[in-house]
């Protein structure tokens, strides 16, 4: 139901940009906030970045705010992360997922951080950076 695509390897203080695009969801797809989630090998999912439905608001983790930027297009169904200046410790599979209830704007984006929040979630892409 949900497709990411765009991941790579890059070096680093490259940069990226990965889509997650949702072609079976034509008719509320604006009713869903988007997050994006990454996973190192032997390490938890974590919450990396979020949009609400309408895109008015947004949460960054603290370690990629100032590098990382996510928009959607709802025309298209697709939401994006721009990911500059990457570092190694961004290294992972990114996977996206969406949710009705999520808001980035209450409580300061926890709602962003938890998976069990998300019902539905895209395969991943492997973003890799390395020199």
């Known amino acids: 139901q949900l497709q990411a695509s765009g991941g790579g390897l890059v070096q680093p203080g490259g940069s990226l940009r990965v889509s997650c695009a949702a072609p079976g969801f034509t008719l509320d797809y604006n009713t869903y906030a988007i997050g994006w989630f990454r996973q190192a090998p032997g390490k938890e999912r974590e919450g990396v970045s979020c949009i609400s439905s309408g895109g008015l608001s947004t949460y960054h983790r603290d370690s990629v705010k100032g590098r990382f930027t996510i928009s959607r297009d709802n025309a298209k169904n697709t939401v994006y992360l721009q990911m500059n200046r990457l570092q190694p410790e961004d290294t992972g599979v990114y996977f996206c997922?969406?949710?009705?209830?999520?808001?980035?704007?209450?409580?300061?984006?926890?709602?962003?951080?938890?998976?069990?929040?998300?019902?539905?979630w895209g395969q991943g892409t492997q973003v890799t950076v390395s020199s």
């Open positions: 997922a969406m949710d009705q209830t999520v808001d980035p704007s209450w409580d300061g984006g926890t709602g962003c951080t938890i998976p069990m929040r998300f019902d539905f």
